[in-house]
């Protein structure tokens, strides 16, 4: 008896521990560096996102700059991407800091929600301290492009819609 238990219980945490590797999908990481960034000066954002799941997914992306004390500086930016089972895709872009910008503790926030219902957050921490400006700054393309993202013109919502729901258990 006591044999059976104890393969009883290898068996279930065994199938805990898998059930919840293969419920886990989207996973979002992000950086900046330099961690310290001057009045005119430019900084790097490094976005990694990656499908850990089982099957392919839909994910909608928000990006937002964020000051620590007062809130949403710039954002959020929208995008769409496909991910296969396991794929991963990594981009960066180069954001340049206006000489009137306010010095403080800024970070890059980036959300990612997927169509099987999973999540995940990251946050790139940065400070901008004061600097001089010398010559006119320079113009980039936009966060979104950058990251190679689809615009997404979907309107945020919160509630879904009949239909959506309806979808959602037809399966």
Known sequence: ???????LS???LAVV???????????VRAGVRPETIKQCGHGKAFVAIANTGERPIRIRISL???NEDEGVVLGPFYGKL??????RRMREFRFHIPGD????????????LASDETRDMARAPFVVVEG??????????TVIEDLGLEPD?????????WGEIKRRYQN
Request: aromatic fraction near 8%; charge should be positive; proline fraction near 7%.
């Open 1 to 7: 008896m006591r044999r059976f238990t104890l393969l």
């Open 10 to 12: 290898v068996a279930l």
């Open 17 to 27: 521990a898998f059930s919840g590797a293969a419920s886990a999908a989207v996973k």
């Open 64 to 66: 937002a700059l964020v």
């Open 82 to 87: 496909h991910l296969a089972a396991g794929e």
């Open 101 to 112: 910008f306010p010095t403080g503790n800024y970070a890059w926030v980036i959300r990612a």
């Open 132 to 141: 001089t400006c010398i010559g006119p700054a320079d113009s980039g393309g």
């Open 153 to 161: 013109e979907t309107p945020n919502r919160n509630d879904p819609s």
